[in-house]
């Protein structure tokens, strides 16, 4: 009984804790609901307590205060700075000039429409984190990048740079230098991503410039520049190593046009610069007109044989032969040049002749004589001796290499007064007239009739037009037929006498004037073994000569009578000639020459009577 007692008592003990519990939470879901009713009546036209828009307190506003409020404590949009420097300079924007634009009505709004929205939890989340908490939110804004784009293309035109090689070159003397220039381009793109996070917490801030830059591959001629116009700071004088007295000038303006520079690959193949040279063509051709006239031939010493002492004598030194060497000159110019030099000697070659000094007479093949012969000329006149003398010492001492086809009028050379011809008698144009170097045929008959004798192969030989007879006469002065056909002009350069050294040692020849009116000729060298056997026909099928013509020349005196020219008769003479080398015919030939009638001429003053056989 007491037990029931008991249990009844605590079931009436917890009837009463729950319906005081229940009271409770009913009287406190009464008191909030209260609350929140009078908090949603208080802030029913305000922005709830503990809402911020970029730290700016914007409790108990109403949206038009909130919106007043921010356009003062958010003035970044015209106050802000941005800075954008590079290399020393500076460019200020504010955020309004990049596009960046605060709206403080819609910022005010997202602060209102803060615990308002959305369901009622979330609404009630809202406004107890404003609360308690706070809820800071960012400011809206707006944002125009092409703004932004376009204040940094104005930057990039003070900025940007396109890169510039630098050059080097000439003008005339003048050195034209453009120094080279680093290319600079704005990166827009770069820079815009940083101006992003800056707008973005509404800060002044300084923005170093992304600015890529491109290196020339040349950028500083300076040095070659120098050298360049060091090259061209005065003439260039080309000297002769032999011959102090002799030089060329080069002017600067004339050198210049001669230079080269040209653009070419740095040491490894890294990078490029610029090279200062000589136009080698151009230099080529300068110097390629100058080379005749420094060319010195090399000469063959000349020697007599001593028949005493079977040695050779020279008489006349060999001469050391050069040509300008146009391609050592060349590269020694260039580089004397670069190396400030301007006073340069030129290069030559080096030119020995095949006979020097001290070569001996068995060296050559000179041991003996082995021909000898000797012309007269009685009657000559001194002109026509010292021309004589003059041609034939052209051949005193004259070498001829084994196996050389010599020729006559090469080595005679020009036969002028100031190479101490006189004038005298010739045959030119189909008369005897007077001209400089008459009596040189008894010079190339003489040496004609040398080599003949001496069984040497005629290459070329011209008999005169008419017998004429010098070079038909004897020691004692008569005159013997058998000689015609054997007689040899020249006419320097078209008629030239030739003869061959068909044997392997040098041949030397000598000639000597004898008393007044005869000429020798030696040859000196090695017998071989060869004789001659010759015929001749002697003069066959005469024609007379034409009666002797007679006629006036206004310019000689009454009664004064001239010679000019003198007849002979016409003849065919055929020789021929057997050479022998021991028994063996080594080789034969023949000469056919045909004289013509010459008729004799004779001038006279006016007012001269003349013969009653003279015709006219």
């Known amino acids: 009984m007491r037990e029931n007692l008991a249990l009844k008592s605590q079931n009436s003990i917890l009837s009463k804790l729950l319906l005081a519990l229940i009271f409770s939470g009913v009287l406190f879901l009464v008191l909030v609901t209260a609350l929140l009713i009078g908090y949603e009546t208080v802030y029913a036209n305000r922005i709830f307590p503990g809402v911020y828009v970029h730290n700016v307190d914007l409790s108990g506003m109403t949206l038009d205060e909130a919106g007043r409020h921010l356009i003062n404590a958010l003035p970044y949009t015209f106050e802000g700075r941005v800075t954008f420097t590079y290399d020393g300079q500076a460019w200020e924007a504010h955020p309004i000039d990049l596009g960046y634009l605060v709206d403080p009505t819609y910022s005010a709004q997202q602060a209102y429409d803060t615990g308002r929205e959305g369901w009622l939890p979330e609404k009630l989340v809202e406004k107890g984190q404003a609360w308690f908490r706070g809820v800071h939110l960012s400011p809206i804004a707006y944002y125009d990048e092409r703004v932004a784009q376009s204040f940094l293309q104005s930057i990039a035109k003070e900025i940007d740079q396109p890169v510039r090689e630098a050059s080097l070159g000439l003008e005339g003397s003048e050195v034209i230098v453009i120094a080279g220039q680093v290319g600079r381009e704005l990166d827009i793109e770069m820079t815009l991503q940083l101006i992003d996070p800056v707008l973005g917490l509404m800060q002044s801030a300084e923005i170093p410039l992304p600015v890529i830059e491109s290196s020339p591959e040349i950028i500083d001629v300076g040095q070659q520049a120098d050298m360049a116009k060091n090259i061209l700071s005065e003439p260039l004088v080309l000297t002769d190593p032999e011959d102090e007295g002799t030089s060329w000038t080069i002017s600067p303006e004339d050198l210049g046009a001669m230079l080269t520079i040209e653009r070419v690959k740095g040491e490894g193949g890294a990078g490029s610069e610029y090279q200062i040279s000589i136009n080698e063509d151009l230099f080529g051709v300068y110097l390629n007109s100058l080379a005749p ?97 003059a041609a034939a010492a052209q051949f005193h001492g004259l070498l001829i290499a084994p196996g050389e086809t010599f020729s006559m009028a090469n080595a005679l050379g020009n036969i002028s007064l ?139 005196a009454k009664d004064e009578i001239k010679k000019v020219d003198y007849s002979a008769d016409g003849a065919d003479v055929s020789v021929t000639r057997t050479v022998y080398k021991g028994d063996t015919v080594y080789f034969s030939d023949s000469f056919f020459t045909r004289f013509q009638p010459w008729q004799a001429i004779y001038e006279y003053g006016p007012g001269t009577e003349i013969p009653e056989s003279a015709s006219d």
Not at 296 to 316: G, K, M, Q, S
């Open 418 to 556: 100031e190479n101490g011809y006189a004038e005298a008698p010739i045959i030119y144009g189909g008369q005897t007239i007077q001209g400089v170097g008459g009596g040189v045929c008894q010079v190339s008959t003489t040496l004609f009739r040398t080599a003949f004798f001496a069984g040497f192969p005629i290459v070329e030989r011209h008999a005169h037009s008419y017998r004429v007879g010098y070079y038909e006469q004897e020691r004692d002065g008569s005159r013997n037929s058998n000689l015609a056909g054997l007689d040899a002009t020249v006419y320097v350069p078209i008629v030239d006498m030739k003869f061959t050294n068909d044997t392997d040692h040098w041949l030397l020849m000598e000639t000597y004037m004898g008393d007044y009116f005869s000429l020798t000729w030696k040859f000196y060298s090695t017998k071989d073994g060869r004789t001659v056997d010759w015929n001749t026909t002697g003069p066959t099928n005469v024609i007379p000569a034409p009666d002797d013509l007679w006629r006036e020349n206004p310019d000689l």
């Open 293 to 389: 006239g420094l060319s010195v031939y090399p000469v063959n010493a000349r020697f007599i044989f001593n028949d005493d002492t079977r040695l050779l004598e020279v008489i006349e030194p060999a001469v050391i032969g050069r040509k300008l060497d146009v391609q050592a000159s060349l590269a020694h110019i260039k580089k004397k040049l670069l190396s400030g030099d301007h006073q340069i000697a030129l290069k030559f070659e080096t030119i020995d002749p095949a006979v020097t000094d001290n070569m001996t007479g068995e060296e050559l093949g000179i041991t003996e004589a082995v021909q000898t012969y000797t012309s007269y000329f009685y009657g000559s006149d001194p002109a026509r001796v010292q021309n004589i003398r």
